[in-house]
């Protein structure tokens, strides 16, 4: 299964305001600056399709990506990408930050088109408060038909024996690196997988 074309569709601040959920959706989360936007470039072989930066804090809004998956049999199947603003990111005033984090866990919670949470980690800093709790925000949210994958980021960053060590503790883990572009292949696959069964 391959991904053939990307395209930004609209952008929203919460829940509200957002689309019509007529699609299945794939959401990307996870703390600020661990490269949720880069990787959607990375799956979409899209270098500029959402916007990434080294300046955490630079997804402000919810982006939705309309995306096109095809098998060899020419049968092409639709999805969307939700590039979502990280969690965690200290330097915005506290009140928006509440606000924020609002409109996010609101978004994760009620919408209905969501059929799958990709929860990024840095690879290098797999124990985070931060993660514990969202990861049990998302199991507690998660209903009937919707999973979680944990995607374990910056790869490139540790050594193998690191990265035997990290594999080993998350055995349904996906472990990636947009710098080096592995483990990408792998994910469109969990993905397409699940939404399409095929
Ligand atoms: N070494 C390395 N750096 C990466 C990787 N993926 C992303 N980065 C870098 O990490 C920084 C943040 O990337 P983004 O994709 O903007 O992260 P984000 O999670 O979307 O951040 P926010 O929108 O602020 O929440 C950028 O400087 C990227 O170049 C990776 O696999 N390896
Ligand atoms: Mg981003």
Redesign the pocket.
Known sequence: MKIIDAQFLTSATSLKDSISPDVAEVA?L?????????????LTKKKAL???????????LINFFDVKFKKDDEHIFKARFV?????G?AKVAKSLKEDWEQHLTDFLHKRESLRIFVH?IDSRHPDLEIDKNVDEFLKYIKKGDQIIINAF?????LNQSELSKLRAKNPDGIF?????QKGIDNLTEKIATYLFGV
């Not at 990636?176 to 080096?180: D, F, R």
């Open positions: 990307f996870g703390r600020s600056n661990v490269g949720k936007s880069s990787l959607l470039n990375s959402a916007k990434a930066s080294s300046t955490p804090g630079k997804t402000k590039d979502l603003p990280g969690f990111y990024l980021t910056k790869i490139d960053k990636i690196t947009n710098l080096k």
